[in-house]
T-cell receptor, first 115, second 114 residues
């Protein structure tokens, strides 16, 4: 079974600063996908960034980037130049293709950006 | 292009009752997944439907069932409600011919069982 662990239940960061959210996962698979989703207080989950396990290059989307360490099974999210709108729950998720596309989510990290 | 919508927004039921939650997929999406998100937890996969057929199921009992209709809208039915079924229920749709990991989430239905 796949498990996803987020060891930081809550974090805070000053506006304009950089913050890193941690995620580790456990799998015996070689081909899979990893994601970070954002869930603002309005509840609608939004995809922040995704990473294919076969790609060595770390994914980047504007202010969001990941540090993907496949051997260590680590997938952290770095948010640069934090903005007030980044305040949300952040979920790390794992997906193994062709298994009903089942997503495994971590328990989330609540991020607060302080003005 | 409309997004994923869910109804109702909130619902209160009594233990032992049955409930039906509804999801309207984003236009052009033929795959829908349902998740249960308990308070303070991450979403847990219930099942997925692809072109009206169940295409995968998580570790949920048979009293959780679903349907997908020809227009790709979907229902989640829960029978014999238990207190632990209180949660936010999310549906997510994926596009026709697109990468299977492109899931677009709805706002959720908050179910409270008393």
């Amino acid at each position: 079974a796949q498990t996803v662990t987020q060891s930081q239940p809550e974090m805070s960061v000053q506006e304009a600063e950089t913050v890193t959210l941690s995620c580790t996962y456990d799998t015996s698979e070689n081909n899979y996908y990893l994601f970070w989703y954002k869930q603002p207080p309005s509840r609608q989950m939004i995809l922040v960034i995704r990473q294919e396990a076969y790609k060595q290059q770390n994914a980047t989307e504007n202010r969001f980037s990941v540090n993907f360490q496949k051997a260590a099974k680590s997938f952290s999210l770095k948010i640069s130049d934090s903005q007030l709108g980044d305040t949300a729950m952040y979920f790390c998720a794992f997906m193994k293709p062709r298994t009903g596309n089942q997503f495994y989510f971590g328990t989330g990290t609540s991020l607060t950006v302080i003005p | 292009e409309t997004g994923v919508t869910q109804s109702p927004t909130h619902l209160i039921k009594t233990r032992g009752q049955q409930v039906t939650l509804r999801c309207s997929s984003q236009s052009g999406h033929n795959t829908v997944s349902w998740y249960q998100q308990a308070l303070g937890q991450g979403p847990q996969f219930i099942f997925q439907y692809y072109r009206e057929e169940e295409n995968g199921r998580g570790n949920f009992p048979p009293r959780f069932s679903g349907l997908q209709f020809p227009n790709y809208s979907s229902e989640l039915n829960v029978n014999a409600l238990e207190l632990d079924d209180s949660a936010l229920y999310l549906c997510a749709s994926s596009p026709e011919g697109g990468s299977t990991y492109e899931q677009y989430f709805g706002p959720g239905t908050r179910l409270t069982v008393t």
